[in-house]
């Protein structure tokens, strides 16, 4: 990839729960990866490991409360960037030296990459100087990788209020939406797959976050699997 990118990986959807907390793994060394957000139960069960491994207090979101699956899911996949930025930060601090986290980073990306041409560059310099410059151009033009999502599109269920009565826009597949649009995702993607659902798809358009910001830019895309679709 002639650019600077290092966004050259991606993981594909594998399942519920092997994909599940995947960007926590993989993020901060320019990988991207998607996680199913069907799956609300499993999400609550993560939210509360993961606010535990961050030290940060959880308070659960019980089936009781209003809108309960989406503001699971929203507030773990802005869980999951928060832990994502702060492993990354730590990577981007590290040292250069044999076996380090940032050193890991530039191993990975592909040769044809240009941040790793630089980077060789840096590693065979003798001039005190140029790896001075070489190194603050590395470290500034880190990124991490993508954090994704995955809507299987005809897992989409109505659900019921308490009173029995279908909730409106409040099916699986809809939910979910809600949650990722509402969610501090950036430089990110939802990926439709299973089928065409097309009440779905018009759900799109209640939300501005899937708008472009710029010519060609926008901080959350849509991604349909062809062969599904």
């Known amino acids: 990839?002639?650019?600077l990118s290092p966004h050259s990986f991606h993981?594909?959807?594998?399942?519920?729960?092997?994909?599940?907390?995947?960007?926590?793994?993989v993020a901060c060394y320019g990988i991207n990866?998607?996680?199913?957000i069907i799956e609300d139960n499993l999400i609550e069960v993560m939210r509360k490991y993961y606010y535990q491994q961050n030290n940060e207090p959880y308070e659960p979101i019980e089936k009781t409360e209003e809108n309960y699956r989406s503001r699971r899911i929203t507030d773990y996949l802005n869980l999951v960037n928060r832990s994502v930025q702060t492993k990354f930060e730590k990577l981007r601090a590290s040292a250069f030296e044999t076996g380090s986290e940032i050193v890991k980073y530039f191993e990975l990306l592909p040769e044809e990459s240009l941040?790793?041409?630089?980077?060789y560059r840096f590693t065979n310099s003798s001039n005190t100087e140029e790896k001075q410059e070489l190194e603050q151009f590395l470290r500034s033009n880190l990124r991490p990788g993508a954090i994704e999502v995955n809507i299987m599109t005809k897992v989409d269920k109505n659900n019921l209020d308490a009173k029995g009565e279908i909730i409106p826009d409040g099916s699986d597949a809809l939910g979910a939406l809600k949650a990722y649009a509402e969610s501090d995702l950036e430089n990110s993607a939802v990926i439709f797959s299973a089928g065409l659902n097309p009440r779905l798809y018009n759900y799109l358009e209640n939300f501005r976050e899937f708008d472009a910001t710029g010519w060609g830019?926008?901080?959350?895309?849509?991604?349909?699997k062809v062969s599904d679709y």
Request: aromatic residues 8%; proline residues 6%.
């Open 1 to 3: 990839m002639n650019s």
């Open 11 to 25: 993981i594909p959807v594998m399942g519920l729960a092997f994909t599940i907390d995947s960007p926590i793994k």
């Open 33 to 36: 990866s998607a996680i199913s």
């Open 115 to 119: 941040l790793k041409q630089q980077y």
């Open 217 to 224: 830019v926008f901080k959350k895309r849509v991604i349909i």
